[in-house]
């Protein structure tokens, strides 16, 4: 837990805890009975703190927040037991020093980090603040501009920022324990005062009231509905107006309102369900456990539309060399031209001294419109338009193309991979790699194994979005895979609601209010209505294939709104031409106005099908489209087509905009209580028997009836009771 040596005027205590040194209470007792046997003997002049396996700790324990037996409390009477030591005490930080882990730094009278550590306070992304008094320690060493800024972001800073800021003493390239025992030893006897953060004034600002009035509006706008923002700032500004010892108990009541906050839980929920779906399994016994990945030293990414620019862009930035590839001279000039774009800028925005990007280089990114230059790549990622026969047709030719090992990908949001696997000689080493828009900055990549892909080629699309610096989800191969396939009833529940009475406005701000990035019609707008248009045609819902004589509001029995055909038939495909649910300023504009030609387009649609508006409050917009959406999630699992409901909360946050501080759909739906959910579902199916999304889902009713069981525990009676679902 620590471990207690000397060197020999100098204790060493080592936080040990693997993996990543968290302070639990076995730590923390270690760590306060080291600090007592070094006070006690009068051989040692010294204490120098470090951590094991070269990182100094990330802090309290995330597991334990929920525990009644947290440890919390202790952790700040142990900062104050460090700072109060008479003999000095120096921090050896090395990898990380997170959260708790930089507060017990701070406790320390002295700091030496490795050029490579990064240290911060991002207990605001796990809906807290540094309750730890490191709200009132940090403004004290680093001024009030720079604590506020670590503290209402959260952000990891590099050891050298942290020198500059003062955050640290010393900064070394090499073995950090010698030179913080070394500083340990040059301090022995000099006054400690001056190092005890708690007695030092805040360091003053010309006009400290002008600065905190800009700065609350700052964290408020980028706090989005989020809490912890809020409070990490209150709790700071106490720091400039009070002393210390009042200011920890301002921080202390704050840190207890966050605890105890559904924002906090829903957060940190949130991290670990990050963490749960990379251990990703497979209805068919593969697992993140047993699969090895194979090395991606070169990849190559065919199309070099929207997607593919980002995806490029994307390799780039990971440092994996790429060969792009277009179908003709004119659509690869325009491509390069655009990827070079976006490369510049991205270069422009990364930190003075990190590696650049090599990216005019033909050795490591290479434009052609010769499919033989993909014989020697490691890994292909398709990126054309969604067409099946052209996907099928391009993997045929990679499966004569590659070299025996290559991984094949597809960047498709819906089309099922077995069949797109079907075209090669090689089904095992196909996958699907579902990029979000703009795919140089969206963290989402959902990963779709086929009946075929095996769990090699699983592990490498893993890794590769690990090199992404994405978060790869692996899901089961079904239309619409599960991010899409629950947005289906999610977005159709919001068209029937305009049918029945309400207005697109109306629907995006109840969503934006739930704090949704963008409602589902601005939404639709951006992505281009087309899109879906293209697809119901593919599936014979709209256009020529659909039967004559088949009623306008009726497909395979369901009810059906043809209302963004309708829209697509006049045109308007959303911001590119200018006008979709909404009307813009432009074609490509972005300033969504309410329309009053889309209003009456929506009077007389209800007046054809004597349809009698109706007024729908904001709970039942709200319930329907989220409802829905969840109700989708609970079949989704019951089919095995994802190992568990953290893997859909993870794509929800990562792709879908969803407010990571209410967890994603499926932890909503169990912050909800599933009882409640499934009978407001009941509810508005009986009063729209016929439309489609409503009927509450077998899984749903099961986990209701058998009492609403935790959410980590839903999976288990999911393999119980599958046999009767
Ligand atoms: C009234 C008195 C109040 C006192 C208040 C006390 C205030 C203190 C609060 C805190 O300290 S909150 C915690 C703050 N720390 C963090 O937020 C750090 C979170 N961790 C990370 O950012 C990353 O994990 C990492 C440390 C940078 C390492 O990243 P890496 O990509 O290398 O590995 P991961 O897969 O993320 O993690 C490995 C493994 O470790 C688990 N883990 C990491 N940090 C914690 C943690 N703080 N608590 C519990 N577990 C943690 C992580 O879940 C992984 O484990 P598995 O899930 O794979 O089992």
Redesign the pocket.
């Known amino acids: 837990m620590a471990q207690y040596a000397r060197s020999p005027a100098v204790a060493v205590i080592r936080l040990r805890n693997p ?2 040194n ?2 639990s209470f076995a730590v923390l007792q270690a760590l306060e009975d080291g600090l007592e046997k070094a006070d006690a003997d009068p051989s040692v002049k010294a204490v120098m703190i470090c951590g094991e396996n070269g ?1 100094f700790s ?8 929920s525990s009644p037996n947290r440890p ?2 202790s ?2 009477a142990l900062v104050s037991l460090i700072e109060s030591s008479k003999k000095p005490v120096v921090a050896a930080i090395e990898g ?1 020093a ?4 930089l ?1 017990v730094a701070l406790g320390c009278h002295y700091r030496v980090a490795h050029v490579k550590a ?1 240290m ?4 605001v ?2 809906g ?5 008094e ?1 709200t009132q320690r940090l403004p004290r060493l680093i001024g009030v501009p720079a604590a506020l800024d670590m503290i209402t972001t ?1 952000k ?1 800073i590099p050891a050298t920022e942290a020198l500059k800021l003062g955050l640290v003493d010393e900064v070394v390239e090499e073995n950090t324990v010698e030179a913080a025992i070394r500083l340990a030893n040059k301090v022995i006897g000099q006054p400690l005062g001056p190092r005890r953060l708690s007695l030092k004034p805040v360091p003053k600002l010309p006009d400290m009231e002008a600065f905190l009035s800009q700065a609350r509006v700052r964290v408020k706008k980028q706090a989005q509905g989020c809490l912890a923002p809020e409070l990490c700032f209150q709790a700071v500004r106490a720091a400039t107006q009070m002393p210390f010892a009042d200011g920890v108990r301002r921080e ?1 009541e704050l ?2 309102v966050l ?1 105890s906050s559904g924002q906090a839980r829903a957060l940190q929920y949130a ?2 369900a ?3 779906a ?2 990703w399994t497979t209805p068919g016994g593969a697992s993140w456990s047993s699969a090895t990945p194979q090395p991606v030293r070169s990849a190559a990414v065919i199309g070099l539309g929207t997607m593919g620019r980002g995806i490029v862009t994307s390799l780039v930035k990971a440092n994996i060399p790429v060969v792009a590839l277009e179908q003709d001279l004119e659509y690869l000039n325009t491509g390069r031209k655009a990827v070079m774009l976006l490369l510049e800028r991205e270069a422009m925005k990364m930190e003075v001294g990190a590696q650049t990007l090599d990216f005019h280089n033909p050795a490591r990114l290479q434009f052609t419109v010769d499919f033989d230059s993909l014989r020697d790549v490691d890994l292909v990622i398709e990126a054309v338009f969604e067409n099946m026969a052209l996907k099928k047709e391009i993997f045929h030719k990679l499966s004569r193309i590659c070299k025996p090992g290559a991984l094949l990908c597809t960047n498709t949001s819906a089309l099922n991979i077995d069949e797109i696997a079907s075209a090669t000689s090689r089904p095992q080493q196909v996958i699907g790699t579902h990029f979000f828009s703009p795919a140089h900055v969206m963290r989402l990549l959902e990963i779709i194994y086929g009946r075929h892909t095996s769990p090699t080629a699983i592990a490498t699309a893993v890794q590769l979005a690990k090199a992404l610096k994405k978060v790869g989800v692996v899901v089961g191969n079904c239309f619409g895979f599960v991010g899409n396939r629950m947005m289906f009833p999610y977005v159709q529940q919001a068209v029937f609601l305009l049918e029945e009475g309400s207005r697109p406005e109306a629907v995006d701000r109840v969503l934006e209010d739930f704090g949704f990035k963008i409602g589902p019609f601005r939404m639709s707008d951006l992505a281009g209505l087309d899109v879906g248009w293209r697809s119901r045609q593919g599936q014979g819902l709209t256009g020529p294939s659909v039967p004559a004589g088949t009623p306008a509001r009726q497909r395979q029995g369901q009810r059906y709104s043809p209302l963004p055909d309708l829209l697509c038939e006049s045109g308007r495909f959303g911001q590119k031409t200018g006008k979709g649910w909404y009307q813009y300023e432009k074609a490509g504009g972005r300033t969504a106005t309410p329309d009053p030609w889309l209003h009456s387009l929506l009077a007389q649609y209800r007046d054809t099908h004597g349809i009698e508006p109706r007024f729908i409050d904001q709970e039942e917009i709200l319930e329907r489209c989220l409802f829905s959406l969840i109700n989708e999630g609970f079949a989704i699992l019951a089919e095995g087509i994802a190992s568990g409901p953290e893997h859909l909360d993870v794509i929800y946050i990562n792709g879908y905009g969803w407010p990571k501080h209410k967890g994603g759909p499926m932890f909503y739906a169990s912050t909800v209580g599933l009882p409640r959910v499934l009978a407001k579902l009941h509810k508005y199916s009986e009063a729209h028997p016929d439309v489609p999304g409503l009927q509450p889902s077998a899984f749903l009713k099961k986990l209701a009836a058998v009492g609403n069981p935790p959410i980590k525990e839903w999976m288990s009676y999911l393999s119980q009771q599958s046999s009767r679902l």
Do not use: S, Y
Not at 128 to 132: D, E, I, N, R
């Open positions: 993996p990543v968290t302070l990182k990330a802090g309290a324990d995330i597991r334990g927040f919390v409390k952790l700040a990380i997170l959260g708790g882990g507060e990064r911060g306070l991002p207990e992304t796990l807290l603040l540094p309750g730890a490191g959260g990891h202390r840190f207890m605890l991290f670990l990050e963490r749960a990379q251990k």
